[in-house]
């Protein structure tokens, strides 16, 4: 157990990638000094939310040791990740920090077996000494998603729903008792019918096996479903994170008023305010490459500053936000601003 | 896989003509081992015999029956093609997974290999080599150098096709399974890649055939081997057409027809069979 | 009056390799009306039968695609065409484009990348009608991109020089150049951010409300249909479930699948567990007996194991199949 009682504690990373040829390429910063992180003795889930673009799934990258920051550390249990060399430390991470992915029909191959994928996670983390063992630490895994051996023995994936197989990957990360799942869109190409199975499968995993999981999407709806604190990526910042309640609720950062604004209502009563004419914009704006706040270009409440530097982490209420509109010297309350 | 072989026969023309053609094949490698004469001895018939019961082929200018010699020739091409195909698709195989999945240095001196194999003009250098090894180039030894040579484009079209699969999700499961970079590459990539390396072997003996009729034609081969590329450096060397002996020419021609029309049925065939689109046809997917 | 007639479709798809014969039930007895003037939304998870049914009005049924049965029938004013016997280059000539348009998940594509947009317009204009005088060309294609609401200066960009909204509502412009009678919207929103998405949907409504002309709007997305469509249909397991106008559907659904699809549903300020449904969408190969949601109804009667429940209206415009449900009984 880490000292300061942080499970994940994410400092300041950065991750830039050259773009282009050797000569001239562009710098893209896919994840700028973003900084967050995780109780150990309180699992909660955290919703990393954005829209294609914002980084979040560089972000996502770099949890799983995928990727190494450009600048900054990502500490798990007090270690840096980085500092990870030997495959049998990189085993001992894996147990502990597992993914799961966002297509359900090529999460496993499909000429392979699913049940392959969990007996091999079982003898590569060494969960079982024999063949028996394995088959009911499987089992034992699968039930925990309300699934069972015998349902998914011989099975290839395209014989099971994408709901289930999506449950069956859970069942994989669960194998080797970890503390964090990152689930990078699990639901989004999962039918309808199907999808809240698996999003509550989430919280039940907090609240009964007390693992952390930081849920990444675009789906504002299901993310407040099922989170306890949010955080709203845009061109590789965190622009304002906080309990979900908060955030969704009383958005105080433009952009995410604007998210939230844009998210369909399951209420036809409701279409008109949703009908309301946005600004798309024509051309490619290179957000990535302007100064000062990425949102400015598109900001309803742009100042002057927003195009100079980049904007300070400012407290409102539970927030914290990325945001001018908030930095005056006197902490304004967001209802007040968005009004 | 006698289930495979039920299913090919039954619904599939071109596997069947495959094993007719080949079928003949095979059996004359076998009557090779039984032959009346010596392929190595000239002169045991009497000569330039046209096509007839007794010599089915005819007979050469040399003296020798050409059906008897034909079943040694073929046997010794053949030999020499899956020998070729089974060195250089071993190297392509290893070669494209290995670059493909691990990437970074490992990668770039791997197709630079590759890449510098792809470029070496090899009949020249096969020209050269046939000069220096003329002692002891044997039909192993050719087999041997064109395995050697004939892998790197196979390999970079294997690579290519592993660092698509590479960034799949399969890939990273198996990675956060705990598999190794070993155990990835055979369970989830190489059942992706077996089409091509079936595709490509076919190719290959074609082309390790062809490249032994073409330095035999030259006179760059060893010549008191019979295969089908002696023999036509025979029927040349000895004016076969000019002589009125066609036989010469055809019978060899022929043989050679019927091997590769076989060997390309059989691989598409099976091609077809083991890809992985049908295969998920086949499970119902 | 109706635009598009479809009367006890049924296509299924039929392959055989090594001696294994499959049936694919995709679409299996459907009947609909598509009205002018309206956005008629087809709602449906995936392998419910519903990319077929567009293919099969759309008049792009190929094998292993067949149709067994049934009819589709358009009517353009005067004409009308039979869409299951119509010759290829009839349908190319006259019909797509002109009277039916496509918009698909990704259509940007059409745009070619290395000419410049106006270019793409020519190319697509010239195949369908010979364009005889140039500058007419250019000023109708600018009228019709200002009327939509664009910027006249995109038909002089490149593709990649737009934004990913632009490109599509671009790629929606083209598909309605010729002010087709219906548009066909196969998830037109589908891998769009939901800012982007929203630009997008309200353009389609834009350009229906302008030009009165149908849109076939299919997604999965409840939420889209909820706010763009007129009149909804449920799909499943290639049988509609049920059918009515967007407000009907939403604040009284009648099929428990239906009920399902809107209960589960979550919304911004709303935290109460939601129930998932059992079970798993049918195999379309081997779907079940009876009514094809029994397995999973929550109101299941030994009737649904049995008896397939035929699609009955229940008020003005409400068609529902279930057993629950009998005719007029609301």
């Known amino acids: 157990m880490s000292a300061n009682g942080k499970l994940l504690d994410v400092q300041h990373v950065t991750v830039e990638f050259h773009i282009g040829g050797l000569v001239g390429g562009t710098l893209l910063t896919a994840v700028n000094d973003i900084s967050f992180s995780l ?29 190494e920051p450009t600048k900054g550390k990502v500490l798990f249990e007090g270690r840096d990740v980085s500092t990870i060399r030997k495959r049998s ?14 297509n359900p029909f090529d999460t496993f191959s499909p000429l392979r077996r699913v049940e392959a994928y969990l007996f091999d996670t079982v003898k590569n983390f060494g969960m079982a000494s024999n063949r028996r063992d394995a088959a009911q630490v499987v089992d034992d895994a699968l039930h925990d998603v309300g699934l069972s051996l015998d349902e998914v023995r011989q099975r290839y994936p395209h014989e099971l729903s994408g709901g289930q197989i999506q449950r069956v990957a859970v069942a994989r990360a669960l194998i080797s008792k970890p503390k964090l799942i990152l689930a990078d869109e699990p639901v989004s190409m999962v039918d309808a019918s199907l999808r809240m199975e698996i999003v509550n499968l989430f919280r039940e995993l907090r609240d009964k096996q007390k693992v952390s999981v930081i849920y990444i999407t675009h789906d504002l709806a299901t993310a407040y479903y099922i989170s306890d604190r949010i955080g709203i990526m845009l061109r590789g910042y965190v622009v304002e994170l906080g309990p979900v309640e908060d955030v969704l609720e009383r958005p105080a950062h433009p952009y995410t008023q604007l998210l939230k604004e ?3 209502e399951p209420a036809p009563k409701k279409r008109e305010s949703w009908a309301k004419h946005i600004d798309l914009g024509t051309t490619e704006v290179k957000e990535y490459g302007r100064i000062g706040c990425k949102f400015a270009g598109r900001c309803p409440k742009v100042m002057d500053i927003c195009h100079k530097a980049d904007p300070p982490d400012v407290r409102v209420g539970q927030q ?7 930095s005056g010297p006197v902490e304004k309350d967001a209802a007040e601003v968005s009004t | 896989m006698l289930k495979v072989l039920r299913d090919l026969l039954r619904y599939d023309g071109r596997f069947r003509l495959a094993i007719i053609l080949l079928g003949g094949v095979v059996v004359m490698i ?16 009497p000569w330039d015999l046209p096509p007839s019961r007794e010599h089915l082929f005819g007979t050469t200018s040399r003296g020798q029956d050409l059906f008897w010699w034909l079943t040694f020739a073929v046997r010794n091409s053949l030999f020499l093609g899956v020998v070729t195909a089974i060195i250089s698709r071993v190297i392509s195989v290893l070669v494209g997974l290995t670059a493909g999945y691990r990437g970074g240095w490992i990668d770039r001196v791997l197709m630079m290999v590759s890449d510098t194999f792809v470029v070496l003009p090899l009949l020249p250098i096969l020209i050269l080599l046939s000069f220096l090894l003329r002692e002891s180039m044997n039909l192993l030894n050719l087999a041997i150098i064109l395995g050697l040579f004939g892998w790197s484009f196979d390999a970079r079209l294997i690579r290519s096709q592993v660092l698509s699969l590479r960034e799949r999700s399969f890939t990273r499961t198996a990675v956060y399974s705990g598999t190794g970079g070993f155990w990835i590459t055979i369970h989830e990539h190489l059942p992706f890649v077996l089409p091509i390396v079936f595709a490509t072997t076919l190719n290959n003996i074609l082309w390790s055939i062809g490249m032994e009729v073409t330095l035999s034609v030259l ?8 295969t089908l590329g002696t023999a036509l450096f025979w029927a040349n060397q000895h004016g076969a057409l000019v002589a009125g002996v066609w036989w010469w020419i055809t019978a060899p021609a022929m043989v050679t027809v019927v091997l590769f029309l076989g060997l390309y049925l059989l691989f598409t065939s099976i091609n077809e069979y083991i890809d992985p689109r049908t295969r998920l046809r086949l499970i119902g997917g | 009056m109706t635009l598009l007639s479809v009367q006890n479709l049924r296509a299924y798809y039929q392959t055989q390799a090594y001696g294994i014969s499959r049936t694919v039930r995709a679409v299996d007895g459907i009947s609909f009306d598509l009205l002018p003037n309206e956005v008629y939304g087809v709602a449906g998870e995936s392998s419910c039968g519903k990319t077929t049914l567009i293919k099969v009005i759309s008049g792009n049924a190929k094998p292993p695609l067949k149709v067994l049965e049934g009819s589709v029938n358009y009517t353009f004013g005067e004409r009308t065409v039979d869409m299951l016997r119509i010759s290829q280059s009839e349908l190319r000539r006259n019909v797509r484009w002109k009277q039916i348009s496509y918009v698909m998940q990704g259509s940007m594509s059409v745009l070619n990348p290395v000419r410049k947009v106006i270019k793409t317009f020519q190319d697509i204009v010239d195949t369908h009608e010979h364009i005889k005088n140039k500058n007419e060309f250019l000023e109708r294609t600018r009228t019709h991109i200002n009327r939509l609401g664009l910027p006249a200066e995109v038909l002089n960009a490149y593709p990649h020089q737009l934004s990913g909204g632009m490109r599509q509502r671009v790629a929606i412009a083209l598909a309605t150049v010729f002010q087709p009678a219906l548009i066909i919207a196969d998830e037109p929103t589908t891998a769009l951010d939901v800012v982007v998405q929203r630009g997008v949907l309200q353009m389609i409504r834009d350009i229906q409300a302008m030009s009165s ?17 007129d009149r909804v249909m449920i799909m499943y397991a290639g049988r509609i479930a049920e059918e009515a106008p967007t407000e009907s559907i939403f604040n009284a659904p009648l099929h428990p699948y239906t009920q399902h699809l809107i209960n589960s549903l979550p919304v911004i300020g709303e935290k109460s567990t939601k129930a998932s449904l059992k079970g798993s969408p049918p195999n379309l190969a081997d779907p079940p007996s009876g009514c094809r949601f029994h397995p999973r109804c929550p109101f299941v009667m030994d009737e649904c194991r049995t008896v397939v429940p035929d699609l009955v209206s229940v008020k003005e415009r409400h068609r529902v199949a279930c057993h629950l449900v009998k005719e007029d009984s609301l």
């Open chain 1, 39 to 67: 109780e150990s003795d309180k699992p909660e889930i955290l919703t990393l939310a954005g829209e294609s673009g914002s980084g979040k799934t560089t972000l996502s990258r770099l949890l799983l040791r995928d990727l």
């Open chain 1, 89 to 102: 430390e990189f085993i001992e991470f894996m147990k502990k920090v597992q993914p799961v992915f966002q």
């Open chain 1, 262 to 264: 844009s998210v369909p």
């Open chain 1, 320 to 326: 914290t936000v990325k945001c001018y509109l908030y």
């Open chain 2, 30 to 45: 076998l009557l090779s081992y039984d032959s009346p004469y010596d392929p190595g001895k000239s002169f045991v018939v």
């Open chain 2, 219 to 226: 006179g760059l081969s060893d010549l008191t081997t019979p």
């Open chain 3, 213 to 229: 002309n149908t849109v076939l709007l299919v997604t999965h997305d409840m939420a889209v249909h909820a706010n763009v469509a």
